[in-house]
């Protein structure tokens, strides 16, 4: 089988077993003779298999009894505005941390249904670090406070949660949940888009701290509301079959692997490997962003000469490694190493990449 690694930011990489797995059962789903995305959402067949899936990521996570998980629909780009009509009222307001393009978006769609606190933001230094906790203006009365722990496009991570005290601090996980082990009781609510690093696009996992749902907030038609969703146990309507499965599959492959400590393991290797290559090149590639805020999922990085980048993408996509452009928001080039990116990806893209160099030096 001829090898291609895919660096694509999403819809990512999903892992070849979870591909292979759903290959095989896509005529005859667990003896049913249909495939999984053929049945109803209400047969045994598939409550089984989505009460398993709820129970293996609170496994993998260790999500406490006192927390919903809920798989939903819409992007975390609809829970930017249906976040704040559930956790706040009309006259609340809520602290937002701008460390990137997507927490800014989450700030513009929720400007229509609450006062927004930019409580700090990295703006004005272009995203390349992250605003210091102890510079951030934060409001005690705030609904919740919310943050993208990851920045998908500018690749910068927060290493650590941050302390928020007793407001209800919400994340955007989408490009890092599962990467890591996480201690799920310091959040109030956390979000993630599927296509990243959990499975297909059209699903987005919710898990959020149950007192919280019940918040009033905005007057609002039910299949808006997380507390209706949970009463229903997401299927308030038909939900997203097959992104459920797909998930179901993405967490068993995780827990076979041995859980979210070796993925934790996986992941910082990959990246200290590939920002090596980078820092070592001796200028010919440059990633910006301040060591301590690197992330560990979304690598960018520039050529030290722009001219090469169409020369550099054909060749690597030639060469087998995939979706490497950069987000135009940047330029560039940038890596995803997602869960399902192996070492192997990386140590193919680093070898490409100082042969290049030498090649195009
Ligand atoms: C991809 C991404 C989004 C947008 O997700 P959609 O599912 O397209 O709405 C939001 N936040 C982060 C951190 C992302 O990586």
Redesign the pocket.
């Given at each position: 089988m001829s090898r291609v690694w895919n660096f694509s930011a999403?819809p990512a990489a999903l892992p070849q077993a979870v591909l292979e797995r759903a290959q095989h059962e896509m005529l005859d789903w667990n003896g049913s003779d249909a495939s999984v995305m053929e049945q109803s959402h209400r047969g045994k067949r598939f409550i089984a298999m989505a009460a398993q899936a709820e129970a293996d990521l609170r496994e993998l996570m260790g999500i406490p009894a006192d927390y919903a998980v809920l798989f939903l629909q819409g992007?975390?780009?609809q829970h930017f505005a249906q976040i704040p009509m559930n956790l706040a009222g009309e006259h609340d307001s809520a602290d937002y941390i701008v460390s990137g393009h997507?927490s800014a978006k989450a700030v513009s769609e929720a400007r229509p249904y609450l006062r927004v606190n930019v409580a700090a933001s990295g703006e004005a230094g272009d995203y390349l670090k992250l605003p210091p906790r102890d510079s951030w203006q934060l409001d005690p009365h705030a609904a919740y406070v919310h943050y993208?722990p990851?920045e998908?496009i500018h690749g910068v991570e927060f290493h650590g949660i941050p302390d928020v005290g007793e407001v209800p601090l919400v994340a955007?996980m989408?490009?890092n949940i599962l990467s890591e082990p996480l201690d799920v009781s310091r959040f109030g609510l956390i979000y993630a888009?599927a296509?990243?690093n959990i499975g297909p696009?059209g699903l987005v996992v919710m898990i959020v701290r149950r007192d919280l749902l019940q918040r009033p907030g905005r007057p609002m038609a039910r299949i808006f509301r997380y507390a209706d969703h949970a009463a229903a146990d997401s299927m308030l309507n038909t939900p997203n079959t097959w992104g459920w499965y797909l998930a179901g599959l993405t967490f068993q492959w995780l827990l076979a692997l041995g859980g979210l400590g070796v993925m934790a393991e996986r992941n910082r290797a990959k990246a200290e490997s590939l920002y090596r290559a980078i820092d070592g090149s001796g200028g010919y590639y440059r990633n910006p962003i301040e060591p301590a805020a690197r992330s560990r999922m979304n690598v960018p990085f520039t050529l030290h000469d722009s001219a090469l980048d169409a020369v550099f993408l054909q060749e690597s996509e030639a060469a087998g490694l995939l979706a490497l452009k950069g987000h135009k928001a940047v330029g560039g080039m940038r890596a995803s190493l997602y869960n399902a990116v192996p070492m192997e990806a990386v140590q193919a893209l680093t070898g490409f990449m100082r042969d290049f160099a030498q090649r195009h030096g």
């Open positions: 999403g992007g975390a780009t997507w993208t990851n998908t955007d989408s490009s888009g296509q990243k696009s």
